[in-house]
């Protein structure tokens, strides 16, 4: 889940400067930019969990029905990298340095998330503060769905899938307003 969501962001964070000439020669609709993006992710990530599957299958691990949370749960990552790929991309259209930025800011954010580490290890008085973390449900249920064979926790999924869709909306709200003016800007 996490490299598909760093895949995502790292990808929109450049996409519209990289993609500047073919945006300033050809009309076309710009929106397609991201869902290319997130599309290439999406098959990069696929054959990625079939490699998984096997590893698991390997060792003994067949797969089981619990799996198919992974359906809504890639949906609420996928909403949640382009929410925020499409805001950081336009941001970086006009604020180079967010490009600069985001990259350092997306390894510190894996260091805080329980992703090479369980989450019952963090002391009580951080857990509140690891709260806020969007990518820590996510992660919590992948999980739970993959290794320990149970139902994610829908309550703290809905919560997140509700942020993820702000995001998204947010995000396609700043594309729409930002998309005359990057042509200009690029």
């Given at each position: 889940?996490?490299s598909y969501f760093a895949e995502i962001i790292s990808r929109c964070l450049t996409l519209f400067i990289d993609q500047g000439n073919l945006?300033?020669?050809?009309?076309?609709?710009?929106?397609?930019?991201?869902?290319?993006?997130?599309?290439?992710?999406?098959?990069?990530?696929?054959?990625?969990?079939?490699?998984?599957?096997?590893?698991?299958?390997?060792?003994?691990?067949?797969?089981?029905?619990?799996?198919?949370?992974?359906?809504?749960?890639?949906?609420?990552?996928?909403?949640?990298?382009?929410?925020?790929?499409?805001?950081?991309?336009?941001?970086?259209?006009?604020?180079?340095?967010?490009?600069?930025?985001?990259?350092?800011?997306?390894?510190?954010?894996?260091?805080?998330?329980?992703?090479?580490?369980?989450?019952?290890?963090?002391?009580?008085?951080?857990?509140?503060?690891?709260?806020?973390?969007?990518?820590?449900?996510?992660?919590?249920?992948?999980?739970?769905?993959?290794?320990?064979?149970?139902?994610?926790?829908?309550?703290?999924?809905?919560?997140?899938?509700?942020?993820?869709?702000?995001?998204?909306?947010?995000?396609?709200?700043?594309?729409?307003?930002?998309?005359?003016?990057?042509?200009?800007?690029?």
């Amino acid at each position: 889940a996490w490299s598909y969501f760093a895949e995502i962001i790292s990808r929109c964070l450049t996409l519209f400067i990289d993609q500047g000439n073919l945006m300033k020669k050809m009309r076309f609709p710009r929106i397609t930019l991201p869902v290319i993006v997130a599309g290439s992710c999406l098959l990069n990530y696929v054959l990625l969990f079939a490699s998984i599957l096997l590893v698991f299958a390997a060792l003994g691990q067949w797969p089981h029905w619990q799996m198919l949370w992974l359906i809504p749960l890639t949906l609420v990552v996928t909403a949640l990298a382009v929410g925020l790929g499409l805001i950081l991309g336009v941001l970086n259209v006009f604020v180079r340095d967010v490009g600069q930025v985001i990259p350092i800011l997306l390894q510190v954010w894996f260091w805080f998330t329980p992703i090479v580490y369980p989450v019952n290890i963090i002391p009580e008085q951080f857990k509140s503060v690891m709260g806020i973390n969007p990518m820590l449900p996510i992660v919590t249920a992948y999980h739970d769905v993959l290794v320990y064979a149970r139902a994610p926790d829908l309550q703290s999924m809905a919560v997140t899938a509700a942020v993820a869709a702000g995001l998204m909306l947010l995000g396609l709200f700043m594309f729409r307003r930002a998309a005359p003016e990057m042509v200009d800007v690029l």
